[in-house]
């Protein structure tokens, strides 16, 4: 069955400190893996895109990381700011052949950065 | 500058009045879809249009239709809303990325539908 879980469900910290979100998945077969800002009552916006051969991408202070052996990827956010605060979620995609893939979501990591 | 554009971004209905809701994008992307989210949960795909095509995931309520009249639109109409059916409505458009060799899916503000 394709699951995407993450870990932990929820994070505080505080504003200047760096987190790291973690992400497990089974998914096949596996096309890429996504992670998603979700700001409250908003549409997701992406972060970063990798796909099998990429192991790391960085998009500013946000860097992500992909394992394909152990199917493990984490999120990394550097000197958080407390427009960080947002729900992260981690979407991968399965691809069956054609041009649509199905995506499987997780049900994120609910960041919180206090000042 | 905004790409996928939903309207209205609230939404108030009646139990069992229709509704519809709208997406518009300005991509000239051929996949359009609608996902359902509640409260902290991940979005559900509710159904998709690749081009005309329309496809219906299997456990997707027949209280939801769609329609794609044109590459730029798509609309959710919900016939009978029920107290359950109150979330938030995603769409989303996609193009087939050749050098990843996989989707790019861009997400709109998304509507919150309240039903009372």
């Known amino acids: 069955k394709n699951q995407v879980e993450q870990s932990p469900q929820s994070l505080i910290i505080l504003e200047g400190k760096n987190c790291t979100l973690q992400?497990?998945?089974?998914?096949?077969?596996?096309?890429?893996l996504r992670w998603y800002k979700q700001d409250t009552g908003r549409g997701p916006v992406s972060l970063t895109i990798?796909?099998?051969?990429?192991n790391t991408k960085s998009n500013g202070r946000y860097t992500a990381t992909l394992d394909a052996d152990t199917k493990q990827s984490s999120l990394h956010i550097t000197a958080s700011q407390l427009s960080d605060s947002a729900s992260y979620i981690c979407?991968?995609?399965?691809?069956?052949?054609?041009?649509?893939?199905?995506?499987?979501f997780g049900t994120g990591t609910l960041l919180a950065v206090q000042p | 500058d905004a790409m996928v554009i939903q309207n209205p971004r609230y939404q108030v209905t009646q139990f069992g009045k229709p509704v519809t809701l709208s997406c518009s994008q300005t991509?000239?992307?051929?996949?359009m879809y609608w996902y359902q989210q509640k409260s902290s949960q991940a979005p559900k795909l509710l159904f998709h249009?690749?081009?005309?095509?329309?496809?219906n995931e299997a456990d997707t309520p027949d209280n939801f239709q769609s329609r794609r009249p044109n590459t730029s639109f798509c609309f959710l109409d919900i016939r009978s809303p029920g107290l359950g059916d109150a979330a938030m409505y995603l769409c989303?458009?996609?193009?087939?990325?050749?050098?990843?060799?996989?989707?790019?899916?861009?997400f709109g503000p998304g509507t919150r539908l309240l039903v009372l």
């Open positions: 989303a458009t996609s193009t087939w990325d050749r050098q990843r060799m996989g989707e790019t899916q861009y």
């Open positions: 992400c497990n998945y089974t998914v096949s077969p596996f096309s890429n």
């Open positions: 990798m796909t099998f051969s990429e």
């Open positions: 979407v991968v995609s399965a691809n069956y052949g054609g041009a649509t893939n199905k995506l499987i």
């Open positions: 991509l000239n992307h051929n996949v």
């Open positions: 249009y690749y081009d005309k095509d329309f496809n």
